[in-house]
């Protein structure tokens, strides 16, 4: 029974976890000058990359698009890059170019992935896409992180940092007191689920500064620690849940601080490993309500 409870919150959680919206609208000013000229933007990159490469997209410098999978790059470069905007052009023999880009943006699920793989920084509220007649296209970025918040976050990791972090002790053993200091520190937000809370839960400023998280905000402050320590990561999520996929000692291994976590009726804090550095086997074989089935082709890692 507390485990259907759990899944329940859990289902909830993605209608408000970083409140991912994309939509296109029409832009009714032509700009002549742009129909001689087809100038993209100039591709600008911030401090804060995820080096770890999709399976079914990557970063590109064709801002010209031909086709879908064109498209698709685009807004995953941009998107890493941390831009706030970009204009490009689509390709004159691509007639299909505008429809594609309605279905992209209302694509959650490939949004969603979009937004694992960048880097937790980078990671966007809201995207938006205006185009006109003659091929322009400009991406709107409103981001989950401002800056003010990112300087605030940082300085609160870098203390938590030093004082958990141990030169003399394993990968491993350093990621797990990490893992405890957020669980031990955090309690799952129902309030925000409820949508009684303004905690900002679902992101690691949560956890971080208010003990609150949902499953998102747990995610997100654990991959800014796994950015500290060099260790690969992006998210992995679907219409259920979010939890990190790290790669170490060559293989790619699951981290599920929310599920370490459970929610107890006696409000009782609890501290487990069944979702610590395990394989995918022993991710299925914990899990018995399927919140952790995800797309293999989109993020499973060899």
Known sequence: MKRKIVSIIILIILLF??????YTFKDSIVDFVDIIKRTPSTL?????????IPNTFNITDNFEPNNYQDLINIYFTVLSSGMNEFTFYCSKEYKECIDDIKIITSDDKTLSAINNFVHTYNSFKKI??????NGKVVIII?????KETINEINLKVEEIYND?????????????????????????????????????SNTAYGPLFYNKAICSGYTDLMSLFLYKMDIPNYKISNDKHIWNYIYLNNEWLHLDLTWNDPVQPNN????RYYFFLVNKDELYMHDKDD???????????N
């Open 164 to 200: 958990i972090y141990r030169e003399n002790k394993s990968i491993e053993e350093n990621i797990k007191y990490i893992h405890n200091y957020i669980i031990n520190n955090t309690k799952y937000d129902i309030d925000y689920i409820n949508e009684n809370s303004l905690i900002p």
């Open 17 to 22: 976890n970083a409140s991912i919206i994309g």
């Open 44 to 52: 600008e990159t911030n401090n804060y990359i995820n080096n770890v």
């Open 268 to 271: 009782e804090d609890v501290l």
């Open 128 to 133: 938006r896409t205006k185009y006109s007649e």
């Open 142 to 146: 409103d981001k989950l992180y401002s």
């Open 291 to 301: 919140v952790h089935i995800f797309d293999k082709a989109m993020y499973e890692k």
